[in-house]
């Protein structure tokens, strides 16, 4: 499973914030950005449970975080692996 972490800091903790993820299980890559984030987070984990609410808590643990939403990528073939068919395509 493979999703998104995108988390507001403290001002100034984006850097902080942004090494310190590394370090968690999962996760492929960190930066720091510009606009509504500080931070955007690309992480892989073995289930859903795993990316979303163990990630968001591990998230939420560093100093300086005050906020983490994680979004699953949601892809075409994800979908049919766990046997949904996408809206829109043939069954």
């Known amino acids: 499973m493979e999703g998104y972490a995108l988390i507001h800091c403290e001002v100034g903790k984006a850097d902080e914030?942004?090494?310190r993820v590394t370090a968690l299980e999962?996760?492929?890559?960190?930066e720091t950005v510009t606009g509504p984030y500080d931070v955007v987070v690309r992480v892989r984990r073995a289930c859903e449970h795993d990316l979303v609410h163990c990630l968001e808590d591990e998230v939420l643990a560093i100093p300086g975080v005050?906020?983490?939403m994680v979004?699953?990528?949601a892809s075409h073939d994800r979908l049919w692996e766990i046997g949904l068919v996408p809206a829109g395509a043939a069954s």
Not at 26 to 30: E, F, K, L, S, Y
Request: overall charge neutral; glycine content about 8%; some cysteine.
């Open 17 to 19: 914030v942004a090494e």
């Open 26 to 30: 999962g996760v492929v890559m960190a």
């Open 66 to 68: 005050t906020r983490v």
């Open 71 to 73: 979004c699953t990528l």
